[in-house]
């Protein structure tokens, strides 16, 4: 179903592979783990395996490729996503800003209020945001500990458009991963993919993607065309 602009009053935007570039630091550091599987992997390559590692590593509800059990593995990446979650509760100084994120959050302020809504953990969630002077953009941050349940379950999606001020299903959720487009859809939330993240544009589309973009940035010329 095409995007439908004029029930959008408020955006929902996940943070990693969406506003933050950061998890392809972390993708590199395990692609070498993949490599003497290449073999038996069923998916492209060792890197498509890191990045579907980190990519269920950030959060359950994404599905991985099947890895552990094809390779009995689970003891061995289970102690690398507990390491991965523990290390992304630390302060850090690295985190990457996706490139036209800023531009676009500025260009859209006046128009829609906007939220976060990340799978991520809250102290983490704040750093990113701050570390680029973003949380002003925001009426509300969400994360992994804010609702009931976090994604791919609809209530961070509820909360975020109570704070908002509006109904669920007049949000658009933007996310690059499966997470997102579940949590969209359970909302009744339109949804956005992003191609900058760990998505692939035909999983997104499967799973009910209103409309699927190589950038985040480029939601400006979808939500407010010249």
Known sequence: MPLNRERIRGLCFDVD???SDTDDLYVKKFEPFFRPFRPILSKRDSQYAARRFVMWAEAPGNALIGVPDRLGLDDELMAIAEWLNKRRMRPR??????????EMLEALRPHYPMTVVSARDDHSTRAFLDQFGLT??????????????????????????????????ECLMIGDT???????????????GVLCGFGEEDELKKLGADIVLP?????????LPK
């Open 17 to 19: 592979g969406t506003l």
């Open 136 to 169: 002003p953009f925001f009426k509300e941050i969400v994360t992994a500990v804010t609702a009931r349940h976090a994604k791919p379950y609809p209530d961070p999606i509820y909360y975020a458009a109570e704070k908002m001020g509006i109904k669920p299903e």
């Open 93 to 102: 100084k690295d985190y990457l800003l996706i490139e036209g994120v800023r």
């Open 215 to 223: 950038t985040t940035a480029d939601l400006t010329n979808i939500l």
């Open 178 to 192: 499966p997470v997102d487009i579940r949590a969209g859809r359970s909302a009744k939330a339109q949804t956005v």
